[in-house]
């Protein structure tokens, strides 16, 4: 049985895609990278171990679903990639 308030959290929640689990990824990568607020504390925190192994979970994710994604899938996951390889690099140093 699903109560009222089960049923009012389903309805906050977006579909589930795979765009939408690349997005997670990335905005807890993009957080640990120190340049998007913590929804949690409103505070920039960098943790680049953390940003390392989500970008490295979106490269395995990549590689694993490679030949199986549909352009836009490919494409959206690549740029994301690309982008937080990027940021990485710059807050490393």
Do not use: Q
């Not at 949690?40 to 490295?56: H, Q």
Request: hydrophobic letters at 35%; a negative charge; zero cysteines.
């Amino acid at each position: 049985m699903v109560s009222k308030t089960d049923s009012k959290k389903e309805e906050n929640l977006e579909e589930v895609s795979f765009l939408s689990i690349v997005l997670r990824m990335a905005t807890g990568a993009y957080i640990s990278l120190g340049l998007v607020e913590a929804p949690t504390t409103g505070k920039k925190n960098k943790d680049l171990e953390m940003s390392k192994y989500l970008i490295d979970s979106l490269r395995i994710l990549r590689d694993k679903t490679k030949g199986n994604l549909n352009k836009e899938e490919e494409g959206y996951l690549n740029n994301i990639i690309h982008d937080l390889e990027l940021k990485y690099v710059k807050e490393k140093e």
